[in-house]
């Protein structure tokens, strides 16, 4: 049987298993250019397609961010151990922040190390959020957990946040120092809350509740509140206009599946449907594709026996 990884971070919050701590000094020590632990690169380096691994512009159009990764090949501090080769591959990831106003201009970096770094998104204005991924710590050894006698990688995400001249790093969580030390994905950003530009909304395990939370995160702090907490079956909401409007339960051994609707000013859910995992065999191209514009309605894409896909118009208040 295929192990879910809410099974997997249920199961070791019932062991009492407590994660390892997880070294961020790589990332909170990420600055500007102003101190650069190596040479910048020159704007022609810039212009080359090799190393780019994601663009984002700002909500107003003003700058543009360039998420690059440089590669070199060091000295294996592990070389002498057997199977272990004599150089590795370091990374040097960074964020080019250009002026779209004038892109001759040198633009402002942000430095983030021998990381993998996912992508970056705007939060705001003033904001970039920067993804961050690890699969092993600072001794060369695999993250994850050894679990009724098999290990599991569990890679490490985190997100920064920085300002838009490249400066202020916070790491999101930051004021939960259990958190940051011991949750292994931080990384889930739900929806971006368009009426609250200083806030997001994100999801994460809690192992003291043993469920999935949501919680508004401050893109200036990092700070960190819970905003909902699911059932201990829950695996993810649909969030309309910053509230969650629908939400995905499954059974221990996912093979039951409940949509819940919560209409907006409610404070109860109601259930929408139950299905079992062989009956979305049935439904080909059925999926939650966005929000209508009146609350409490969402879009959804189904297709039918020999018909072509078409939106659908379902309430939240359905029972």
Not at 11 to 36: K, N
Not at 120 to 147: C, K
Not at 200 to 223: H, P, S
Request: hydrophobic letters at 40%.
């Amino acid at each position: 049987m295929r192990l879910s990884r809410r099974r997997l971070m249920a199961g070791l919050a019932g062991l009492g298993v407590v994660l390892p701590a997880i070294d961020l000094s790589g990332v909170r020590a990420a600055e500007p250019a102003g101190t650069p632990t190596v040479k910048p690169p020159t704007l022609d380096e810039l212009s080359k397609p090799a190393g780019l691994r994601d663009v984002a512009l700002s909500p107003n159009g003003t700058l543009v961010a360039q998420l690059r990764e440089l590669r070199e090949e060091v000295a294996n501090p592990k070389a002498k151990a057997r199977g272990e080769k004599p150089t590795i591959t370091k990374r040097n990831a960074f964020v080019a922040l250009q002026s779209t106003a004038d892109l001759n201009a040198r633009p402002a970096f942000v430095r983030i190390g021998d990381f993998n770094v996912e992508q970056v998104e705007w939060a705001n204005d003033h904001r970039l959020l920067i993804w961050i991924r690890m699969t092993r710590d600072a001794e060369g050894n695999r993250y994850g957990m050894t679990f009724d006698g098999e290990f599991y990688p569990m890679p490490v995400r985190r997100v920064l946040s920085v300002g838009s001249a490249g400066g202020d790093p916070v790491v999101l969580f930051g004021n939960q120092d259990k958190s940051i030390k011991r949750v292994f994905d931080l990384g889930n950003v739900v929806d971006r809350l368009g009426d609250d530009d200083d806030h997001i909304l994100m999801q994460r395990f809690d192992y003291v509740t043993n469920r999935f939370a949501l919680y508004k995160v401050n893109v200036l702090t990092g700070e960190a509140t819970l905003f909902e907490l699911g059932e201990r079956a829950t695996d993810f909401w649909h969030i309309q206009n910053g509230v969650p409007v629908l939400r995905y339960d499954s059974n221990y051994r996912q093979t039951v599946f409940s949509v819940y609707g919560r209409a907006p000013g409610e404070r109860d859910w109601k259930l929408i449907n139950k299905f079992r995992r062989d009956t979305l065999k049935k439904l080909p191209d059925f999926d939650v594709v966005g929000s209508a514009p009146e609350p409490g309605v969402v879009l959804v894409s189904h297709r039918g026996p020999g018909r072509s896909s078409a939106p659908s118009r379902p309430s939240t208040s359905a029972a």
